[in-house]
């Protein structure tokens, strides 16, 4: 999951960013309740791993409240989720914070997205 949403993101560093799939412009309004189960099937893969990232073309700033809830959701989806962070949300702290309560489910009835 790709966070750091201005400029190429991790598609285009794996060579997946012709894929179709749903990106984060596409999920501005995903509050509440999130399928992590049926985003995940319709994410572009790299090799069997499913990707959520940025379109360069479509740059968006990320509601926090849309991450926490589609973090959710991934998580409780998928054995393994991997963050790549921009550098201002580590330094202030707000990732950290936001993803706290998000982790509390994790991992109750995880799949694999491998």
């Given at each position: 999951m790709d966070l750091a949403t201005t400029g190429a993101g991790i598609d285009v560093l794996l060579g997946i960013d012709h894929r179709d799939g749903p990106r984060w412009a596409d999920l501005r309004d995903a509050r509440g309740e999130v399928d992590g189960r049926a985003l995940v099937e319709l994410l572009?893969?790299?090799?069997?791993v499913p990707v959520l990232s940025a379109h360069r073309a479509d740059p968006v700033a990320l509601?926090?409240?849309?991450?926490v809830d589609v973090c959710s959701a991934l998580a409780d989806a998928c054995d393994v989720l991997v963050l790549d962070l921009?550098?201002?949300?580590?330094?202030?702290?707000?990732?950290?914070?936001?993803?706290?309560?998000?982790?509390?489910?994790?991992g109750a009835g995880a799949g694999p997205c491998e």
């Open positions: 572009p893969t790299w090799s069997t509601d926090p409240g849309v991450v921009p550098r201002a949300a580590l330094a202030a702290g707000a990732v950290a914070s936001a993803l706290t309560g998000a982790g509390a489910g994790a």
